[in-house]
């Protein structure tokens, strides 16, 4: 797209990828009057994570907590083009983006986007470690089709079960709901797995209820580990309590259909599995790799390396890069870092916004000393763009039977709260942060309509 400003300057086309926490953070903070905004993303809105473990098991409605990219984006001043299209690679030095469309009539269509400035929030994908057979067994966690896939496994499992005498090994097979990864994800999919089947399902099929395990493996010594040693006990002890198997020192090393084999010490274990959640961390999606192929500068496997103003290394005139895509050291792969640096991005574009215009003023001008004028404003204007600042406000997790922990920051403290408090204090944290009214009052429905009816368990 080309276009101008009423004063004859052009509009410069900022393209944005991804609609997840990062880019829409940077979307809800911009003005979109100061720029030609593409957004392309193959997800046509944008996904609450840190409710997404509570999902599978009915917990949570998925569309309670999606949002889409067309209604945030109607809500900008000025007006935002969306593609519903995945990037497949970038060219920095033409300034363009491949792009491939995912739906319509055009869809698997591969066209060339031009940009002034682009933003890379594409976030990550699982990370398996290559580990053989994980990729065509396991079900990962990441995105809303993860979460359907997961409940359909559940409730078949568990129906197949039924169909099976008590004493078949293959009922305790099936029955064995195993997750991969004690960070936060696996922990509280794990919590909210134990917490259906201690709360929902131990009233309409209390036998079977028995017969259900859910194993937790972690390869090192502790789950958790992001969080204070007193808040990882405490999570461990619930564990212990709720009959959650918890497997640490386990190191997942092959996956088979039915049999995951793990190394425990020396000793080499074949565990049996009905269900398989794999919930290992992150590792850069494709389009991200091709990028670090294109530059020298690009030598990290973890992520696109960005300098401490998020410009991408070997193109920082162009180029910014937001949140989980990227490798920053102190930086972590969190929902909080990645909306901070949205938030920050949108007052760097404002600035950039008019540090462009003065620069095309001085190309207008043949007058010298207003063009010294204008440089020394300009610079000014440069050294105004300070580095990006983290304020970490702490980190919370779900850990089961309606309790949940916290480490929280205030200014230089540190506090660790764990509990049935702790719990409401998550809930309305979480609430709070809910992009829409909308998703706030239906995350607080689906809380209600819980505790007054279970579940919702059909598929
Ligand atoms: P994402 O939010 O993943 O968004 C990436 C976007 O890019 C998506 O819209 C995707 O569709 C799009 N995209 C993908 N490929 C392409 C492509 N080729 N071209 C264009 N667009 C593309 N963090 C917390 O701080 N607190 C929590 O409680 C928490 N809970 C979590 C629970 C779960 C289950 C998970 C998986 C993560 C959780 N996180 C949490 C981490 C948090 O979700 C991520 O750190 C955050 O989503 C990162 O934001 P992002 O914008 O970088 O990536
Ligand atoms: P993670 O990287 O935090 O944890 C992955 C765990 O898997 C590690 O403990 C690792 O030791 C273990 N692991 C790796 N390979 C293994 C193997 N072969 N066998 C057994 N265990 C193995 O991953 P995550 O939980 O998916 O989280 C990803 C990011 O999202 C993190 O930055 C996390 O902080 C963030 N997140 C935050 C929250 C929250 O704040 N409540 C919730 C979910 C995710």
Not at 113 to 140: C, R
Not at 297 to 303: C, K, L
Not at 395 to 409: P, T, V
Not at 423 to 441: H, Q, V
Request: aromatic fraction near 10%.
């Amino acid at each position: 797209q080309s276009a101008t400003f009423d004063n004859g300057s052009p509009r410069k086309t900022l393209v944005i990828l991804g609609s997840g926490w990062g880019s829409v953070s940077l979307l809800k903070n911009l003005d979109t009057t100061l720029y030609n905004v593409v957004v392309v993303s193959p997800r046509n809105y944008f996904l609450f994570t840190p409710l997404l473990p509570s999902t599978p098991v009915g917990t949570i409605e998925l569309k309670s907590i999606v949002e889409p990219v067309r209604s945030i984006a109607r809500r900008a001043p000025g007006e935002v083009t969306y593609y519903e299209a995945e990037a497949l690679d970038v060219d920095p030095v033409a300034k363009t983006v491949k792009v491939k469309s995912v739906s319509g009539s055009d869809a698997d269509a591969v066209r060339d986007l031009k940009y002034d400035y682009l933003v890379v929030g594409v976030g990550a994908q699982p990370t398996t470690f290559g580990i053989p057979g994980v990729f065509e067994n396991a079900s990962f966690l990441k995105e809303i089709p993860d979460a359907q896939e997961i409940r359909v496994k559940v409730m078949n499992n568990i129906e197949k079960a039924t169909t099976l005498p008590v004493s078949d090994p293959e009922r305790k097979r099936l029955l064995n709901f195993v997750v991969v990864g004690g960070g936060p994800t696996g922990v509280e999919f794990a919590a909210e797995l134990q917490d259906y089947i201690d709360q929902d399902l131990s009233k309409w099929m209390p036998e079977l209820s028995k017969e259900l395990h859910v194993t937790l493996v972690e390869a090192l010594p502790n789950i958790l580990n992001m969080f204070d040693k007193s808040l990882i006990k405490y999570a461990e002890d619930l564990f212990q309590e709720t009959k959650i198997n918890l497997r640490t020192n386990t190191m997942v090393k092959n996956v088979t259909p039915t049999v995951i084999t793990a190394k425990c010490g020396d000793d080499i274990e074949d565990i049996p599995y009905g269900v398989l959640v794999w919930a290992t961390g992150n590792a850069p999606r494709e389009v991200s790799k091709s990028l670090m192929n294109r530059m020298e500068s690009q030598n990290s496997r973890r992520g696109l390396l960005i300098n401490d103003k998020l410009q991408l290394l070997g193109a920082e005139d162009s180029i910014w890069a937001i949140g989980d895509c990227t490798f920053y050291p102190g930086l972590f792969p969190t929902a909080q870092v990645a909306h901070q640096e949205g938030e920050y991005l949108a007052s760097v574009l404002k600035k950039q916004y008019k540090i462009d215009q003065l620069k095309w003023h001085t190309l207008q001008n043949s007058n010298a000393a207003e063009n010294d004028k204008l440089k020394s404003k300009v610079e000014k204007l440069s050294s105004q763009i300070k580095s990006f600042k983290y304020n970490h406000h702490g980190a919370l997790a779900y850990i089961g039977s309606e309790k949940a922990i916290a480490d929280l920051a205030l200014g230089e403290s540190m506090y660790h709260l764990a509990g049935s408090f702790t719990f409401l204090f998550w809930k309305s944290a979480y609430l709070n942060m809910c992009l829409s009214f909308r998703n706030r009052l239906l995350v607080a429905l689906d809380w209600c309509k819980v505790s007054f009816f279970g579940r919702d368990s059909s598929v």
